[in-house]
């Protein structure tokens, strides 16, 4: 199925082994020839495209249904030329965005129901290929927060409601209600902590929390801002977020480091038992007995009939095709049957 190196199967199965799925998340599409594996990919590429497009997806559709009145008649609010009354082309594609409107609103309800029921029947930890193609939502929370990705979609999809469509002409409490929601999800997100790693859920929190100093400053300032107020907010957006990089940096960079150390600490271990058993067998061969062995010492003295061990020993490695050889059989009985 895949080239050799990658995995020792030759013929795909309902349940592989997880290893092979691992390696086959980073592996080029050219190093594989099963049909089914190349499907489970592109899947789990769709999937990811869509959670990442979603929220230009449902800024897109909120947008043509965002209207301001004007006297008898209301304008789109990007577009003011547009009417959304009379405008015939816009009345055309009305149902055209219905329906895409009600698609971005299923679409975390639809995934928390699919990922509910992989979970609910053991499937969701069990198979390999859905752990593949689900993993893109999956993977990055711990495992009984297996569906906060859904609640991350629908949590943009509110946000983005409350920008742009919800108070088009009372900005102080458009503002009011982001601040609000920010700090829900801030207290959420304190309380749960759903994230594996214990830097994606400080980067969450910051960024939770300055979003929602933002928009408790944005509350009170003047529409529009001035030009020294809109480069204040920048510069403090700027530090927060330069802050958060270099912390989620040196935090990586402990990691990796602790991690070379740990490395280093394993491999030294054995090159210091290996050290000790071939002066274990120097040992052993200069006062005539084995210390790994000593039924084979005290055999040898015994009977008077011990041999010199053999320079080499040849070994044999199983391929992983066929089962592993069978022991040697123990010296033990021939000896006595020499005596």
């Known amino acids: ?16 082994e997880p290893e092979c799925w691992q390696s086959l998340i980073g592996l080029p599409l050219s190093d594989i020839s099963d049909w089914s594996v190349i499907v489970h990919r592109y899947q789990r590429s769709t999937l990811a495209f869509i959670c990442g497009s979603y929220m230009s997806i449902v800024q897109t559709v ?14 789109m609010s990007s577009y003011p030329s547009i009417s959304c009354l009379n405008d015939s082309e816009y009345l055309r594609l009305t149902p055209l965005f219905g329906a895409m409107l009600v698609l971005v609103i299923a679409l975390p309800f639809a995934l928390g129901g699919v990922l509910y029921y992989l979970e609910s029947s053991g499937r969701l930890k069990s198979s390999p290929a859905l752990r593949l193609v689900f993993g893109t ?7 009984r927060f297996y569906f906060w990705e859904c609640y991350v979609l629908l949590r943009r999809f509110i946000i983005s409601a409350i920008a742009i469509v919800a108070f088009t002409t009372d900005i102080p409490s458009r503002f009011t209600f982001l601040t609000l929601v920010n700090v829900m999800v801030l207290g959420i997100h304190f309380i749960l902590r759903p994230y594996s790693l214990v830097m994606d859920n400080f980067a969450e929190s910051g960024s939770v929390v300055a979003l929602s100093i933002l928009t408790l400053f944005l509350i009170a300032a003047p529409n529009p801002l001035p030009v020294a107020l809109t480069a204040g907010v920048s510069a403090m957006c700027a530090v927060i977020a330069i802050g958060l990089v270099v912390r989620i940096a040196s935090s990586r960079y402990e990691a990796v480091v602790k991690r070379g150390r740990m490395a280093g600490g394993r491999k030294s271990g054995p090159r210091d038992s290996g050290s000790t058993t071939s002066s274990g067998v120097l040992a052993a061969a200069a006062g005539g007995g084995n210390e790994i062995n000593p039924r084979l ?43």
């Open 297 to 339: 010492s005290s055999s040898a003295a015994g009977t008077g009939t011990g041999t010199a061990p053999p320079d080499s020993v040849e070994l044999t490695v199983p391929d992983g095709d066929g089962p592993p050889p069978p022991p040697p059989e123990d010296d033990d009985d021939a000896g006595d049957d020499a005596d």
């Open 1 to 16: 199925m895949y080239r050799a190196g990658y995995c020792k199967y030759a013929v795909f199965e309902a349940h592989p």
């Open 62 to 75: 909120l947008q043509f249904f965002s209207c301001t009145e004007y006297g008898d008649d209301a304008y």
């Open 137 to 143: 939502l999956t993977e990055g929370y711990q495992h």
